[in-house]
């Protein structure tokens, strides 16, 4: 037997925000309120392919570059267009000592958490 990641928690000043921001990027959905706290993931619901992710108020100040960060794929377009749509969704280019030459871009979300955008194109799921 193994195990699954079926949760991400992401800590944040704003839950309603960052829901917004990351049902918009990977197509999630609002599955869950409780005290605060608002579970997002696919729309079959939690236990699926892919991890839900858990956004737990926290009023403490984010210190310094996340241990853990999320990389994300393109599904339906190219690279440089989905650039363009995480831009348009709040994303914002981060330069952490890049070349230039990577064939990712780091971005972060509202609350400055950082994430990737990998070249590769993925099959939607």
Do not use: Y
Request: one cysteine or more; aromatic letters at 4%; glycine letters at 8%.
């Amino acid at each position: 037997m193994a195990c699954r990641i079926s949760e991400l928690v992401l800590d944040c000043h704003d839950p309603e925000v960052l829901a917004r921001f990351w049902c918009e990027v990977l197509d999630f959905m609002v599955l869950d309120r409780d005290e605060g706290d608002i579970e997002i993931g696919p729309r079959e619901g939690f236990g699926g392919p892919q991890p839900t992710i858990i956004l737990s108020r926290d009023d403490e100040p984010k210190n310094g570059k996340l241990r853990l960060h999320i990389d994300v794929n393109a599904t339906d377009r190219d690279q440089d267009a989905e650039l363009e749509r995480l831009l348009a969704a709040g994303a914002e280019l981060v330069d952490i000592g890049q070349t230039g030459e990577e064939p990712w871009h780091v971005l972060a979300d509202p609350e400055g958490n950082e994430f990737c955008l990998l070249k590769a194109r993925l099959d939607p799921l």
